[in-house]
């Protein structure tokens, strides 16, 4: 009768052995996945954030340039503003083809080819 408790304490030590490491290896998967995810946006926020700067002084260039041609400085300021405006409307009809997709698409991309490289 020992035998059978003592091989049923081993099987249930092993069963809770197998399930805290099944747990730590999915909490360890996660981390992974999270972490692949997080520093790939940060690394394309961080190109559009001095893309961002790059158009912003270039604007002002453009909008000084145009206001020098047309006689007033703030003619030119007038102009680009217009174009934003334009620029806006056009993204806000197109925002889910152009933006919401792309980005949907490169986050469950990098989350399974996180999960594809943990199955090697």
């Not at 020992?2 to 091989?7: I, S, V």
């Not at 806000?92 to 999960?115: G, R, Y």
């Amino acid at each position: 009768m020992e035998t059978t408790t003592a091989a049923v304490e081993l099987l249930f030590e092993r069963t809770e052995d197998y399930t805290k490491t099944t747990f730590e290896l999915a909490k360890l998967k996660a981390l992974s996945t999270t972490t692949d995810i997080v520093t790939s946006v940060t690394s394309r926020i961080s190109v559009i954030i001095m893309a961002s700067l790059f158009v912003l002084v270039f604007n002002v260039g453009v909008a000084l340039l145009l206001g020098d041609l047309l006689g007033k400085s703030y003619y030119g300021f007038f102009i680009v503003a217009a174009f934003y405006l334009l620029a806006t409307l056009i993204a806000h009809f197109f925002l889910h083809q152009w933006i919401k997709k792309p980005v949907s698409t490169l986050i469950i991309t990098q989350a399974l080819q996180s999960e594809m490289s943990w199955k090697k």
